[in-house]
């Protein structure tokens, strides 16, 4: 099975700053996505991208992709305090529509 | 609205008792899951089903039991909860063709064993 995880348990941040999630995996993929999970919400996908996509963007975030090194980065300009959240990336097990989520990284903004 | 919902949102019981917890989505998605989730945030999947079929079982103890009567309904229910399943339960759905990949999650329901 695959393996995703964050390098970070947690990042603190002040707003208006950039910030920066990693992510590696184990085993090839055909995507990789990024979500987002609030407090006392389910996680939300923020960004998907496959593997022959080297970047991603969307609004203020940007996801990267390396499967070279099995390797992704979720980038955050502008952090606002409702950035504050667990975020996650997870790979697809495309053979049983399956997700893998890494561990989280805990993303506290602070005014 | 079109979304996943779940039912309690919260959840207190004694060791030993049985739960049951709800889930219903309106997305029109053909498959469904059941994640738990940790109080240090770690997500495992639990279940998946696909048009009522069971697809995933993952090693979960046998006093958890998924039960699907349309493709729109997942519940779960645990005989004799034990301390360890406290923690929150994530209802999930995606349509499995769907290339965007994207699973769509309930609120969760926070269960706690006393």
């Known amino acids: 099975s695959q393996l995703a995880e964050e390098n970070s348990w947690a990042l603190s941040v002040h707003e208006g700053e950039s910030v920066t999630v990693n992510c590696s995996y184990k085993t090839s993929i055909t995507a990789l996505q990024w979500y987002r999970q609030k407090s006392g919400k389910g996680p939300a996908q923020l960004i998907l991208?496959?593997?022959?996509?080297r970047e991603k963007r969307n609004g203020r975030l940007r996801a990267t992709l390396d499967t070279s090194s099995q390797s992704s980065s979720l980038s955050i300009t502008a952090t606002r305090c409702e950035d504050t959240a667990v975020y996650f990336c997870a790979t697809d097990d495309s053979g049983y529509n399956k997700l893998t989520f890494g561990k989280g990284t805990v993303l506290l903004v602070s005014p | 609205e079109t979304a996943v919902f779940q039912t309690p949102n919260y959840h207190v019981t004694q060791v030993g008792n049985e739960v049951s917890f709800n889930c219903k989505q309106t997305?029109?998605?053909?498959?469904m899951y059941w994640y738990k989730q940790d109080s240090k945030k770690l997500l495992k999947i639990m279940f998946s089903y696909n048009n009522k079929q069971l697809i995933v079982n993952e090693t979960v103890p046998r006093r958890f039991s998924p039960q699907s009567s349309d493709k729109a309904h997942l519940n779960l229910r645990i005989k004799s909860v034990e301390p360890e399943d406290s923690a929150v339960y994530l209802c999930?759905?995606?349509?499995?063709?769907?290339?965007?990949?994207?699973?769509?999650f309930g609120p969760g329901t926070r269960l706690t064993v006393l």
């Open positions: 991208i496959r593997s022959n996509e």
């Open positions: 997305l029109g998605h053909d498959t």
């Open positions: 999930a759905s995606r349509q499995a063709r769907d290339s965007s990949y994207e699973q769509y």
